[in-house]
């Protein structure tokens, strides 16, 4: 996994503010670039997903930023609710073998 | 069924016992994965088949591991002589082709004691 860094492990915000989780990558080969949400005992859910002829990719609440050249990707979750608490992994793509990050564990305060 | 289902969701193994867990795909997708995830880390990719061929398995962390998807849906992952570093959360997902949006079950939860 050392070749997906994520950053910041925690993350706490308040109701309405902004998350910001970012991701870094080593692999050129990569040509997707999901994030996935997790909650306590279920599997990972894909939340919002970039291929990289593209910068930026917004559905709803949830914003992908993409940066080949620094081999950087983040996802920005705006109006951050309670029910956004949970893990968060970068899971960039090579064919169909995710590379999970190591995780940012969300924490939205009412 | 609607999603990706794994059996048994919870299992306490003896260290040295063999152990099968099984996983039923989303009806009709060929590709399946298995990922491990250890307590507090991202999940690490294991093996990929496409239908019941079995095209990646670099993942897989010793000989002591395998799995097999003999008809194209139904998959098991069997762990021999299980070890204490087994313990994790095995997560099967599925997607109806390799390009596809993957979905994962909710884990079978191995604790080896």
């Known amino acids: 996994q050392q070749q997906v860094k994520q950053s910041p492990q925690s993350l706490i915000v308040q109701k309405g503010g902004i998350s910001i989780i970012n991701c870094a990558y080593e692999?050129?080969?990569?040509?997707?670039f999901p994030w996935y949400q997790q909650f306590p005992g279920k599997g990972p859910a894909l939340l919002i997903a970039?291929?990289?002829?593209?910068s930026e990719k917004k559905e709803g609440r949830f914003t992908i930023s993409f940066n080949k050249s620094a081999k950087q990707f983040s996802l920005h979750i705006m109006d951050s609710q309670p029910g956004d608490s949970a893990t968060y992994f970068c899971?960039?793509?090579?064919?169909?073998?995710?590379?999970f990050g190591e995780g940012t564990q969300l924490t939205v305060n009412p | 069924g609607a999603g990706v289902s794994q059996s048994p969701r919870y299992k306490v193994a003896k260290r040295g016992q063999d152990v099968a867990l099984r996983c039923d795909p989303i009806?009709?997708?060929?590709?399946l994965f298995w990922y491990q995830q250890a307590l507090g880390q991202g999940p690490e990719f294991l093996t990929y088949?496409?239908?019941?061929?079995?095209?990646?398995k670099s993942g897989l962390p010793s000989d002591r591991f395998f799995a097999e998807r003999p008809e194209g849906s139904v998959s098991t992952l069997k762990i021999q002589r299980t070890q204490q570093e087994d313990s994790a959360v095995y997560l099967c997902?599925?997607?109806?082709?390799?390009?596809?949006?993957?979905?994962f079950g909710e884990g079978s939860w191995l604790t080896v004691v």
């Open positions: 997902a599925s997607s109806f082709n390799r390009a596809d949006t993957i979905y």
């Open positions: 692999n050129t080969a990569f040509d997707y």
């Open positions: 970039i291929r990289p002829d593209v």
């Open positions: 899971a960039p793509t090579s064919g169909s073998r995710l590379t």
């Open positions: 009806s009709g997708h060929v590709s």
């Open positions: 088949f496409q239908n019941e061929a079995q095209l990646d």
